[in-house]
């Protein structure tokens, strides 16, 4: 099915243009290197619950305008390992594979590569993560979104009325443990700064209160209230249902872009890509609601 045209913003000339059916729109004629105006600020924020992930190209962006931009859209929240952070900007975290002069990695290095939503192991989840390409590979480290929307509204009505009963159980120190133990171990510090925490397996979005999938492969561990092994594979299950290609935009990356999505109505992955090329990546988070 072909996506609507962009059509500028009355209100800022702002222009949106979808980029798939259901996830993704690419937006232009805005410039992220200066503090956007209200207006421009309101229809950016219009557009992300409709379609989830926004894409800017070719920004300059600073870290201090990093942060700029993504503070207008609530609080920021830092990585909880603060060795990730950038330089003089502890609400910015390296996602990176570069090494610095003592051989140490800077910042999060193969990250992120089973689906997820970020920081979804705290009471309060993150609102929106928005993500920047300072060096990119030639080719692999994609980033894959997919649409919990369009998932929960093609759930069979079976799995749908397991899951509306559903709380998952997300948990980082074993996610850390299953899927990063090629970094150095968390302290016991980091780990009692984000214990397990249960949310709704089917979440309603706070703005548009549209119901969307709320459980990951990667961050939830199990479902509360059923053995432990049983839950784990409803959680693939799900995950697995929830990330098909029907439902997943693809974004290439490439320097000066930056990406923003919303946590509560996607998970995302990053692809593979060869190690011996360079990646280096600067994210924000912004910290959301209590999921309900």
């Not at 590979?137 to 799995?159: I, N, V």
């Not at 997300?170 to 016991?188: F, G, I, K, M, Q």
């Amino acid at each position: 099915m072909p996506t609507p045209a962009a059509t500028p913003s009355a209100r800022s000339g702002i222009r949106v243009r979808p980029l798939t059916e259901h996830i993704g729109a690419e937006v232009e004629n805005v410039d992220l290197s200066r503090p956007i105006s209200p207006a421009e600020f309101e229809d950016i924020n219009d557009a992300l619950v409709p379609h989830s992930v926004l894409v800017f190209r070719d920004q300059d962006l600073p870290p201090a305008m990093h942060v700029d931009f993504s503070a207008r859209f609530g609080r920021l929240v830092g990585h909880l390992v603060k060795r990730f952070s950038v330089e003089d900007y502890p609400e910015v975290t390296y996602i990176s594979n570069v090494r610095n002069e003592k051989g140490e990695m800077i910042g999060a290095d193969r990250a992120g590569m089973v689906w997820h939503s970020d920081m979804s192991y705290f009471p309060r989840p993150m609102l929106g993560s928005m993500l920047y390409g300072v060096e990119c590979p030639p080719e692999g480290a994609d980033t894959e979104f997919a649409s919990m929307f369009a998932a929960h509204d093609a759930l069979p009505p079976s799995l749908h009325a397991l899951l509306a009963r559903s709380r998952g159980v997300h948990d980082y120190a074993w996610h850390y443990a299953t899927y990063l133990s090629h970094r150095p171990p968390l302290t016991e510090d980091e780990k009692a700064k984000a214990p397990p925490v249960a949310h709704p397996a089917l979440r309603t979005h706070p703005v548009s209160g549209r119901k969307a999938v709320y459980l990951s492969e990667g961050l939830t561990r199990t479902v509360e209230g059923m053995d432990e092994e049983a839950g784990r594979r409803l959680v693939v299950e799900v995950s697995q249902f929830a990330t098909q290609p029907q439902f997943v935009y693809r974004h290439k990356w490439r320097p000066r872009a930056l990406v923003f999505w919303d946590n509560r109505s996607t998970m995302h992955r990053a692809t593979e890509f060869d190690n011996r090329h360079r990646r280096l990546m600067r994210r924000t988070t912004v910290e959301g609601d209590v999921p309900f």
